[in-house]
C-alpha cells in the first residue's frame, strides 16, 4: 500500500542544508492504523508532507497503491491527493463562510464529479461523520468537534486510500478529542480504513495498531501496539 | 474544473468582501468612465469643428495677407507689412473666369455700435452681395447687401444675429438706424444664428465694402494710396479645380505684388481642406491627450486592484493550500484568482462604460460640451479594462498558484 524507501529530504537554508528526513525506510499495509510520533522538528512534518503528496522527496522511492510518486509533476501529484489521500488538519481549514455541504463537496469538485452525485456523495460523508442535520451550516455555526468532523467528512468524500490526519485533536478540548479518535477508530475497525495519524502526544498514539517514533528524520522506533486504547478512556493523569 | 465553477468561487470570494470589491473597482469604474467621457468630448469636438467648417460654405479659397514663414530667417531685414489690396481683388475677378461662382473681397475693422442708450463693440465687415452665397449665410429678416447697395455708397447694415439681440432685444431691427463709429446705417437685414463656431458671422456686421471705403474704414483701409483687404474668398464650382484655381490666383497675385521668384508669397492661400486637416490635427491630438490622461487613471485602478489582490492572496494562503491539499492543480489556483480579478475589472469596466456614458450625455443634453460617444471608444475602455486586470492580475496569481501547499497551510 505504502512503501517508502530510503527517503530524504533536504532543504536549503541559505549557505547551509539541512536534513528533515534522512534515510527513512517502512511500509504501511491497507486497512492499518499507524501513528506517526515524534518531538517538533523531528521531520514528522516533512514526512507527511511526502505521504500525503503534497511534497517530493529529495531522494529515495515513494509508492502508494503501486504507484511511483517521487518523479510525479504538480499536475499528477494533484490529481492523486484528490483521489487518494484526504487530510484532516489540527486547524479544520474549512472554507469561511460556506457551507459544511459545500466545503464537503470541494474535492469532488476538483475531481471532476457534478451536480447530484457530488451533492449525494457530499451527503453521505457527513452523515457517515454524523452531521447529517448540519449540512447547510457555515463553520463560524458550528462547534469546534462539529467542524472536525466536517474535515474529516470532507477527507472522505472521495474514498481515499488514506486518512491523513496532522494534530486532528489539538485544537480541541479532551472530551472533545476523544469523540474524533472514536470516529477516527470507528472508520478504521468497521470500514477498514488506512488510517495515518501524525502526532507530539504519546497517548494519542497509544489509540492506534502501530506507533512509528521519528527522531531527526530517521526512525526511532516502529512498534506494533498489542492493545490500542479505546477512545473514551482517560488519560493517565486524568485519573489521578 | 468547469469555467463556470470558477466564476462562482469568484463571485462567492467577491461577495464575501462587498465594502472592499467596491471601493477596488471603484478605481477601474473612474478610469473607463473618464476614457469613454473624455474621448467622447474630444470626439464631439472634431465632429463640431467639422460641421462649422462645412456650414461656412464649401470649395473655398481662402486668401489673406501675410507671408508665410518657414524656418528661421537671419539677418536684419526689415520686413515690411504685406497687404492684400481691393486691385488685387478686381484683378482676380477680372481674369479668374473659369470654375468660380463667387469671389467677394472682405474689409474688416472693428467699432463702436450704438442703438438708442444700447452700445457695443464689435467687427464691421464691409464686403459684396456674394458673401451671402460664398458663406452660406441665411437671412432671418429683410435682406442680404445688393451690388446696388455698393454702387450707391448706401449706408446700410445687415447684423448678426446676435448683435441683433444685444442691440435691439425684442424690437425688430430691420428698418431702424444704428450707428457706427457715429455714422448713421440703416439695419436692412438680420442674418439667421450659426451657433457660437468658428469664425461666426452671428457677432458680425456687414455693410457695403465701397460704402466702407468711402465713409467709414478711412486710413485703417488703406496703404501707399491704396485700398486694402483683410480677405479675399473664392468659391469654386468643384472640389477637383481648387488646386488649379488656388495656383492660378497665387500666379496673379506674385505678378502684381512684383515679387521675384525668389521671394515667398506675401499673401496665404488656405483651402477648406487645409483648415479642416489643421483643425482635425489638433483635435485628434486633443483626443489622444485627454485619453492617455484618462488611461493613467485607469492604470491606477489597476494598481489598486493588484494591490487588494495581493492582500487576499496573503489572507487566503491556508485556503490556498486547502485547495491543493484537496486536489487543485497550480493551473486551477491560478485560474481561479485570474477569473476573481478580471471578475473585479470587468464589474468596474461595465459601471464605468454607463457611467460614462451618462456624463457624456449629460454634457450633450445640457449643451455644456458636445460630445459624441463612439461604439470605438467604449470598445477601447472595454478591453484597456480588462487587459488591465489579466495584466495586474497575473502576479498575485501566479503568487497564489506557487505558493507551497504544506507551508500554505501552516500559514498563521
Known amino acids: 500500500m505504502i512503501h517508502v524507501e530510503n527517503l530524504t529530504k533536504t532543504f536549503e537554508m541559505g549557505e547551509s542544508a539541512v536534513n528533515a528526513l534522512n534515510g527513512t525506510s517502512f511500509t504501511i499495509d491497507r486497512g492499518e492504523m499507524v501513528a506517526i510520533i515524534g518531538p517538533s522538528g523531528s521531520g514528522k512534518s516533512t514526512l507527511m508532507s511526502i505521504l500525503g503528496c503534497l511534497d517530493v522527496p529529495s531522494s529515495g522511492t515513494y509508492s502508494l497503491d503501486g504507484v511511483a510518486i517521487e518523479n510525479m509533476d504538480d499536475i499528477q501529484l494533484a490529481e492523486i491527493r484528490g483521489r487518494k489521500i484526504g487530510f484532516v488538519f489540527q486547524q479544520f481549514n474549512l472554507l469561511a463562510r460556506t457551507s459544511a455541504l459545500e466545503n464537503v463537496m470541494l474535492p469532488l469538485t476538483y475531481a471532476g464529479v457534478r451536480g447530484k452525485e457530488r451533492q449525494e456523495q457530499a451527503l453521505k460523508a457527513l452523515e457517515r461523520v454524523g452531521l447529517a442535520d448540519r449540512t447547510q451550516h457555515a463553520p463560524n455555526e458550528l462547534s469546534g468537534g462539529q467542524q472536525q468532523r466536517v474535515a474529516i467528512a470532507r477527507a472522505l468524500v472521495n474514498e481515499p486510500a488514506i486518512l491523513l490526519a496532522d494534530e486532528p485533536t489539538g485544537m480541541l478540548d479532551s472530551k472533545t478529542g476523544m469523540e474524533i479518535l472514536d470516529l477516527f477508530q470507528n472508520l478504521h475497525n468497521g470500514n477498514g480504513q488506512t488510517v495515518i495519524l501524525v502526532t507530539h502526544d504519546p497517548f494519542v498514539a497509544r489509540h492506534t495498531d502501530r506507533i512509528i517514533k521519528l527522531s531527526d528524520g530517521k526512525i526511532l522506533s516502529d512498534e506494533i501496539n498489542p492493545h490500542p486504547i479505546l477512545a473514551g478512556t482517560p488519560r493517565p493523569e486524568e485519573v489521578i | ?412
Open chain 2, 1 to 412: 474544473m468547469l469555467l463556470s465553477e470558477n466564476f462562482k468561487v469568484a463571485l462567492r470570494a467577491l461577495r464575501a468582501n462587498k465594502l472592499r470589491s467596491f471601493l477596488t473597482i471603484l478605481g477601474i469604474v473612474i478610469g473607463v468612465a473618464t476614457v469613454v467621457a473624455l474621448l467622447s468630448i474630444g470626439n464631439g469636438a472634431t465632429a463640431s469643428i467639422t460641421n462649422q467648417i462645412r456650414s461656412t460654405g464649401s470649395n473655398l479659397l481662402n486668401i489673406s495677407p501675410g507671408r508665410q514663414q518657414v524656418g528661421f530667417r537671419g539677418g536684419g531685414e526689415t520686413r515690411q507689412a504685406s497687404h492684400l489690396y481691393y486691385e488685387d481683388y478686381e484683378l482676380l475677378q477680372r481674369t479668374l473666369t473659369q470654375n468660380i461662382s463667387a469671389i467677394v473681397p472682405t474689409v474688416q475693422s472693428s467699432y463702436t455700435i450704438k442703438y438708442g442708450d444700447q452700445s457695443l463693440d464689435t467687427s464691421v465687415s464691409g464686403t459684396t452681395a456674394g458673401q451671402k452665397d460664398v458663406r452660406a449665410l441665411q437671412v432671418a429678416n429683410g435682406r442680404f447687401l445688393t451690388d446696388g447697395d455698393n454702387k450707391s455708397d448706401a449706408l446700410v447694415a445687415v447684423l448678426g444675429s446676435q448683435i441683433a439681440t444685444d442691440l435691439f432685444g425684442s424690437t425688430p431691427p430691420v428698418g431702424n438706424n444704428i450707428s457706427i463709429n457715429g455714422m448713421k446705417f440703416m439695419v436692412v437685414g438680420v442674418l439667421e444664428s450659426k451657433g457660437a463656431s468658428f469664425a461666426s458671422p452671428d457677432d458680425n456686421i456687414f455693410i457695403p465694402i465701397q460704402t466702407g471705403y468711402d465713409k467709414l474704414f478711412g486710413s485703417t483701409a488703406a496703404f501707399n494710396g491704396k485700398q486694402t483687404l483683410n480677405a479675399i474668398l473664392i468659391s469654386v464650382k468643384t472640389t477637383n479645380a481648387m488646386n488649379t484655381v488656388s495656383a492660378e490666383a497665387t500666379y496673379l497675385l506674385r505678378r502684381s505684388h512684383k515679387l521675384k521668384p525668389s521671394e515667398d508669397a506675401d499673401f496665404n492661400i488656405m483651402n477648406q481642406a487645409d483648415i479642416l486637416n489643421t483643425l482635425n490635427t489638433v483635435t485628434q491630438t486633443l483626443t489622444i491627450f485627454l485619453g492617455a490622461i484618462a488611461g493613467i487613471s485607469l492604470l491606477v485602478g489597476g494598481i489598486g486592484i493588484m494591490n487588494i489582490m495581493l492582500v487576499s492572496v496573503t489572507e487566503r494562503t491556508r485556503e490556498i493550500g486547502l485547495r491543493k491539499a484537496v486536489g487543485a492543480t497550480r493551473n486551477q489556483i491560478l485560474t481561479q484568482f485570474l477569473i476573481e480579478t478580471l471578475t473585479l475589472s470587468l464589474l468596474g469596466g461595465i459601471i464605468g462604460i454607463l457611467l460614462g456614458v451618462l456624463t457624456a450625455t449629460i454634457f450633450r443634453v445640457t449643451g455644456l460640451i458636445s460630445s459624441v460617444i463612439t461604439p470605438s471608444s467604449i470598445l477601447m475602455a472595454f478591453s484597456f479594462a480588462l487587459a488591465i486586470g489579466v495584466f495586474f492580475g497575473l502576479y498575485p496569481a501566479f503568487r497564489a498558484a506557487n505558493l507551497h501547499p504544506m507551508e500554505a497551510l501552516r500559514y498563521e
